[in-house]
Nanobody, 116 residues
Framework: VQLVESGGGLVQAGGSLRLSCVAS????????MGWYRQAPGKQREMVATTSYRSGSTNYADSVKGRFTISRDNAKNTMYLQMSSLKPEDTAVYLC??????????WGQGTQVTVSS
């Protein structure tokens, strides 16, 4: 499975961005996808996940009510709609896909910078 993120950029605090993650390859084997982020000097942090089996979603407390994860199965694309952005949301955002019996794949990341 290959993953390619896009949609990052520079935005002012309070603004919005939508990140996309396009999956290719053995996408039929994906059982979950989601987003992590990593800021300079900080550990990688889970942002949001979605289970393909149950349809459930999970969010970090820091983004609940502001971020929404969704997917378009026909386009093999996952999205992260980010609203009310804060400077502390600045990070490289990475998407992942969990593939049954194989493990986790990662995208290359997309930079999100929120200015105050």
């Amino acid at each position: 499975v290959q993953l390619v993120e896009s949609g990052g950029g520079l935005v002012q605090a309070g603004g919005s961005l939508r990140l996309s993650c396009v999956a290719s390859g053995s996408t039929f084997s994906i059982i979950a996808m989601g987003w992590y982020r990593q800021a300079p000097g900080k550990q990688r942090e889970m942002v949001a996940t979605t289970s393909y089996r149950s349809g459930s979603t999970n969010y970090a407390d820091s983004v609940k009510g502001r971020f929404t994860i969704s997917r378009d199965n026909a386009k093999n694309t996952m999205y992260l709609q980010m609203s009310s952005l804060k400077p502390e949301d600045t990070a490289v955002y990475l998407c992942f896909a969990d593939v049954i019996a194989i493990g986790r794949f990662w995208g290359q990341g997309t930079q999100v910078t929120v200015s105050s």
